[in-house]
């Protein structure tokens, strides 16, 4: 997420599209190994998910409040969370919060590639609709591999030169809306 390093094994992409009502985005992932929570519900909310291997989307509808924005984690065995984040509160993540996005995976174990889909309701983030022009405040991240933070790799979209967490919502890229 620093922008120092490349991760070749697990090269991500991400695109997004949106309607007035929602907005989605795909995540294609190549990996080495799926670090995943076994043996779990994937219908409930999963604490602690950034902690395996996961796709997140932080998404900032209202750039004026820079430390208010939603984040949106899936797992390449479809496990998630949501959360509404408020940098100007502690604890700053509310998991009470629920968006009702949908989201959906698939994983290619012969060609080690893992794919996910998210359609969010723009209404839970107190949108009434996306507009064509719109910008959003917004940043991708990837965490991948097996081990402790110190072996596992992070990427994110708009780089965080610090690398010490995605949670840097200045440093969040912008996203333009248009037909």
Not at 19 to 40: H, I, P, Q
Not at 153 to 168: A, D, L, N, Q, Y
Request: charge should be negative; include cysteine.
């Amino acid at each position: 997420m620093s922008g120092q390093r490349a991760y070749p094994e697990a090269d991500t992409q991400v695109a997004a599209c949106w309607t007035a009502a929602y907005v989605y985005f795909a995540f294609r992932c190549k990996y080495s190994t799926l670090n995943v929570y076994e043996g779990e519900d994937p219908a409930k909310e999963r604490w602690e998910l950034w902690n395996r291997d996961v796709a997140e989307v932080f998404v900032n509808p209202e750039p004026a409040r820079v430390n208010h924005y939603y984040e949106f984690e899936v797992a390449p065995n479809n496990q998630w969370i949501d959360l509404e984040i408020d940098k100007d509160k502690t604890p700053f993540n509310d998991a009470g919060w629920d968006s009702h996005f949908e989201h959906s995976t698939r994983v290619d174990a012969r060609d080690h590639v893992w794919t996910c889909e998210m359609r969010v309701p723009v209404a839970s983030m107190g949108v009434k609709a996306v507009r064509p022009g719109s910008e959003w405040r917004i940043n991708f991240y990837r965490a991948d591999g097996p081990g402790d933070d110190s072996q596992r790799r992070f990427m994110s979209w708009s780089t965080i030169p610090e690398g010490k967490t995605f949670h840097v919502p200045t440093r969040f890229g912008i996203i333009r809306f248009v037909k």
